[in-house]
């Protein structure tokens, strides 16, 4: 039975993750193990101490004071789709035997891509100036995100011919690139129009909300009250 706390338990099989719930990367993490139904935790708890971000604590344990960050039985492990890769291995063996090695070559290839493109256009600088506004009084700075904005279509027009060409994203089978892109677009549909921009992209739009009727993802993702 899979719960999600604040606080880490005593449960050598839990999965202690070290990070902010509403991190996207975390959420990731977090949908998997929803879906290997697997105890795990979040917070900035870590082995039972508070770690301050960017802390020397912290960079011990991710050179560039990132998160999220597993323990589990001894395991340090960040880097958010290597984290997602061991669960798979460890917890969920067989379901490397849903694809092809050419499409589990696709899914890796497209993961590295969510994570070191798509993750920055869409996430780190488009959607941060919503959850982070840096304008005076804390407002919405729009001269930055409609500067963002062609970015940010690029990125989702690439997403779009993902679903239209390939088969690395998979509503059946959840695999790594699912759970990192997934909140992603959660989040994206979350903002208020004319802004949330995924409305162009049916695709994107039809695979979404196939995404969204799965339970799992409804424990997961949850829409921000800040925007």
């Not at 999220?68 to 039985?73: E, G, L, S, V, Y």
């Not at 700075?141 to 679903?163: G, K, T, W, Y």
Request: proline share 5%.
């Amino acid at each position: 039975m899979n719960q999600h706390s604040q606080a880490p338990s005593n449960d050598n099989k839990q999965i202690e993750i070290f990070g902010p719930s509403f991190s996207n990367f975390v959420r990731s993490i977090m949908l998997l193990c929803e879906e290997y139904q697997l105890d795990y935790c979040t917070g900035l708890q870590f082995s039972g101490e508070l770690v301050e971000l960017k802390s020397e604590q912290h960079f011990k344990l991710h050179p560039y004071g990132k998160f999220p960050i597993i323990k589990h039985q001894g395991l340090i492990l960040c880097e958010t789709a290597s984290i997602c890769r061991y669960l798979q291995a460890t917890f969920m063996p067989k379901v490397s035997t849903c694809f092809s090695a050419h499409q589990m070559a696709r899914i890796d290839a497209f993961s590295a891509i969510i994570s070191i493109y798509l993750d920055k256009a869409l996430v780190r600088d488009y959607l941060l100036e919503f959850a982070f506004p840096k304008g005076e009084q804390g407002k919405v700075r729009l001269d930055v995100v409609q500067s963002m904005q062609q970015p940010a279509l690029d990125a989702l027009s690439i997403i779009e011919n993902e679903l239209k060409h390939s088969d690395t994203l998979n509503n059946e089978q959840l695999s790594i690139a699912d759970a990192l892109i997934a909140p992603i677009l959660h989040y994206l549909s979350t903002l208020p129009e004319p802004f949330n921009l995924i409305d162009r992209y049916p695709l994107i739009v039809k695979y979404l909300s196939a995404l969204m009727v799965r339970e799992n993802s409804k424990k997961v993702l949850i829409a921000p009250k800040n925007w």
